[in-house]
Every structure is written in structure tokens, then in C-alpha cells.
């Protein structure tokens, strides 16, 4: 073991841009992340086929798959998840989710589509995410993305007067006042308080992003045909397949406890403590501490 060996590890480095271009606040770090592709494509594309194929009855030569996948009651699910997995992006390793988006603005989420064919008329790749229905995948950077959120804001404007703006204003007024304390009484400058958060010099995150003009033309309308699979090819015809399937039935899937169970439980134990309170009740109806131990012990 050489124990007298130093081990020297390079710090992480924050983005060239010191600043948020949007908001001017600071970067926050975060890592590791891998940034290869997450799946084999040609392992993707095999097992698809394999659970798409059809077996033919003339076809009595043909070899014989183990496990029949036309026995296997997910075989749809399957096939919709690794029909999504197959259209994603192989070199784009984050994505964006339109309610976080949406929420960051304070506005209503735009349809899915035609944020996608906002993105492909912008001249970008675009696909979605096999793990979120609201989630996609792009090419294009952010300065993009938050241009078409403005433009989309242009005619769906942000929610003004929320109670966490309203907080979040009243505590930037405290701060900027005791600023202008410990100044001797100078005013302390702090923008115009315009944007959505504006009023006592304060403006908000979407006041900061919507105050900034698009930089490009935004076109929400879908291309002809459909968008298809536009990591690949562009647009086109849509693949069918049922990539986000609702549960089965009520109380689906790998919970602590479902409502139903939870219900049983609750009505066993409100059975058993009836049971103990009338055996204590015949117990002093029957003559005293005695007699109600030794019903205890004959139950």
C-alpha cells in the first residue's frame, strides 16, 4: 500500500457565463452527471421488434421464441415504452418539463405539440422522454426555449398577483428598507419594478425573463403530416403506440398501502378494540378485577 501517495482530484468548474442571461442571478453546480447515451439503440430496436412480431400460422418452420412475448399481458406497455425510449434524443442528455417551465413564469403550460413545433420551426430537434409525458428532449438552447415561452405569454399572460409573488415582494421591500437604513436614508437601486412582479422596486424572476425581446420568430403551428419522430427524421407520420398508458385499475402499483387496504386495516383493529371493551364490560358487570382477568384469559 503506498499510503504516501496523494491523490489530487481537479475542482469543478462553473460555466463560462457568470451569470444567468435570463435572470442574472448566479449558476448553481451540481454533479457528476453522465452525459453518454442512456440506451443501446440496437438493443432498443431489437427488443421492439421482437415484442411487435407476429407470429403467422403458415409459419410452422419459423424458430420458437421463449417467452412467447402474444402470452405476456404488458406486452402493449412494452412495446409503447420502448417505442419512446427509441425516439429520444440519443445526444441530448437533460430535458425540460413544461409545468416547470410554466410555473417559473406563472402561466399556463402550452399544449405539448405545438411546443415541439414551435421548436422544430425554429430550426431545432426536438423528442420527448420516456419517463415524462410533459417532458422533452431538444437540441436547441435555452435562450430558444424561453423565447417561445414569451411569445406564448404574449397571448397567455402570467398570473399577476399570486400569494408567493405577494410574499416574496414584501420581503424585498423589508430588505430594500433596512438597506436604506444602514445607507443613512439613501435610496438603494434595485431596477424599475417593472415585469409581472413589479411595485417598490422589486421585480420578480418572470419579470426578469419576459422583460428580455424573443430573439427569433416563434411559430406554433404543427408542419403538415405531423411532427413524427423529429430526433430523426424531422416530422412524418407517427409512430401508433400507447408510450404513457393509464393503471389498469384503482390502487395500481408499489405503494406503502393502498386506500382500500388501509380501509380493511382501520375496520380489523376498530373490531378487535370493540372486542376488548366488552369483554372489560362483562367483566365488571360479573363481579370486579377477577373476573374480568380471568375472561381476559378465557378469550
Known amino acids: 500500500l503506498h499510503l504516501h501517495v496523494k491523490k489530487i482530484y481537479q475542482p469543478s468548474r462553473a460555466p463560462t457565463t457568470p451569470t444567468c442571461e435570463e435572470t442574472g442571478g448566479p449558476f448553481k453546480v451540481g454533479g457528476p452527471i453522465w452525459l453518454g447515451p442512456l440506451h443501446d439503440d440496437d438493443l432498443v430496436q431489437t427488443a421492439l421488434n421482437r415484442v411487435l412480431a407476429k407470429k403467422s400460422k403458415n409459419d410452422t418452420d419459423a424458430p420458437k421464441l421463449y417467452p412467447d412475448l402474444e402470452l405476456i399481458a ?20 437533460l430535458y425540460y418539463q413544461l409545468p416547470s417551465l410554466s410555473s417559473t413564469l406563472k402561466c399556463s403550460s402550452p399544449p405539448l405539440q405545438q411546443f415541439k413545433a414551435a421548436i422544430v420551426n425554429a430550426g431545432y430537434r426536438v423528442s420527448g422522454y420516456h419517463k415524462d409525458p410533459q417532458a422533452i428532449k431538444t437540441d436547441a438552447p435555452s435562450r430558444i426555449i424561453w423565447d417561445i415561452m414569451r411569445v406564448w405569454c404574449e397571448t397567455h399572460p402570467p398570473t399577476p398577483n399570486s400569494k408567493s409573488s405577494q410574499k416574496k415582494r414584501n420581503r424585498r421591500k423589508k430588505k430594500l428598507k433596512d438597506q436604506k437604513e444602514d445607507n443613512g436614508g439613501e435610496d438603494v437601486d434595485e431596477g424599475n419594478g417593472s415585469g409581472s412582479g413589479g411595485g417598490g422596486g422589486y421585480i420578480d424572476t418572470p419579470g426578469k425573463i419576459l422583460a428580455i425581446k424573443p430573439s427569433i420568430e416563434v411559430d406554433f403551428t404543427i408542419p403538415r403530416g405531423g411532427l ?72
Not at 77 to 85: E, F, K, P, Q, Y
Open 228 to 299: 413524427g419522430n423529429t430526433s430523426t427524421t424531422g416530422g412524418g407520420a407517427t409512430t401508433k403506440a400507447v408510450r404513457f398508458p393509464m393503471n389498469p385499475e384503482k390502487h395500481w402499483g408499489p405503494k406503502p398501502a393502498s386506500g382500500i387496504f388501509s380501509k380493511k386495516r382501520k375496520a380489523d383493529n376498530d373490531a378487535g378494540s370493540s372486542d376488548a371493551r366488552r369483554v372489560t364490560e362483562a367483566a365488571n358487570q360479573q363481579g370486579g378485577p377477577d373476573a374480568k382477568k380471568s375472561a381476559v384469559d378465557s378469550k
Open 74 to 93: 404488458t406486452r402493449e406497455r412494452l412495446a409503447g415504452l420502448l417505442t419512446s425510449v427509441h425516439e429520444e434524443l440519443k445526444d441530448v442528455p
